[in-house]
Antibody, heavy 119, light 110 residues
Framework: QVQLVESGGGLVKPGGSLRLSCAASGFTFSDNYMSWIRRAPGKGLEWISYISSRGSTIYYADSVRGRFIISRDNAKNSLYLQMNSLRADDTAVYYCAVHYRGNSCLDYWGQGTLVTVSS | HSVLTQPPSVSAAPGQKVTISCSGNSSNIGNNYVSWYQQLPGTAPKLLIS???RRPSGIPDRFSGSKSGTSATLGITGLQTGDEADYFCGAWDSRLSGVVFGGGTKLTVL
């Protein structure tokens, strides 16, 4: 069965950096597009970044463009999110998800990892 | 504020039916598929409806989706207390080049 397991969250000071990982199994990772999505406390879901199957196409939300970098290692079945210049409003649970059925659909989600940005 | 518009909350009694609306524009719902997600308290979001009206394997037929123009609707029949959750619509936005979500609708089963 499809499994997505995020790791790397934690407490970081404003201006700091953090790297999230997402380990994928149960499907052909290298064939599928992936996204990172977050949910801040008391807020809704916010899509933040997308990467195509080979990494040739990447998109970011305006809120993170220039600060976050998405990448993937298909040999390791892993997705990454390098987060720099973190701000308090980046505090959220971060989820990775796989697009099985096209760009509009996030078919499976990981359990999420909590990132807290606070001094 | 969210690109797609949903009501913040809906409520109904057990056994009843509820609908949740999702409004967008030609860049998202109007020209791309709509998906719906259920997020139970303390858990990850789960896909309920894909491609406007298709239920993934394991999703009961109490859940249904429809789309017309730049709006979409999620229907839930035979409400159960276990359906209490946040529900989100989502779609690809061709102008923004990204997934856009509604603000979420909290369902309360009274």
């Amino acid at each position: 069965q499809v499994q997505l397991v995020e790791s790397g969250g934690g407490l970081v000071k404003p201006g700091g950096s953090l790297r999230l990982s997402c380990a994928a199994s149960g499907f052909t990772f290298s064939d599928n597009y992936m996204s990172w999505i977050r949910r801040a406390p008391g807020k809704g879901l916010e899509w933040i970044s997308y990467i195509s199957s080979r990494g040739s196409t990447i998109y970011y939300a305006d809120s993170v463009r220039g600060r976050f970098i998405i990448s993937r290692d298909n040999a390791k079945n892993s997705l990454y999110l390098q987060m720099n210049s973190l701000r308090a409003d980046d505090t959220a649970v971060y989820y990775c998800a796989v697009h099985y059925r096209g760009n509009s659909c996030l078919d499976y989600w990981g359990q999420g990892t909590l990132v807290t940005v606070s001094s | 504020h969210s690109v797609l518009t949903q009501p913040p909350s809906v409520s109904a009694a057990p056994g009843q039916k509820v609908t949740i609306s999702c409004s967008g524009n030609s860049s998202n719902i109007g020209n791309n598929y709509v998906s719906w997600y259920q997020q139970l308290p303390g858990t990850a979001p789960k896909l309920l409806i894909s491609e406007n009206n298709r239920r993934p394997s394991g999703i009961p037929d109490r859940f249904s989706g429809s789309k017309s123009g730049t709006s979409a609707t999620l229907g839930i029949t035979g409400l159960q207390t276990g359906d209490e959750a946040d529900y989100f619509c989502g779609a690809w936005d061709s102008r923004l080049s990204g997934v856009v979500f509604g603000g979420g609708t909290k369902l309360t089963v009274l």
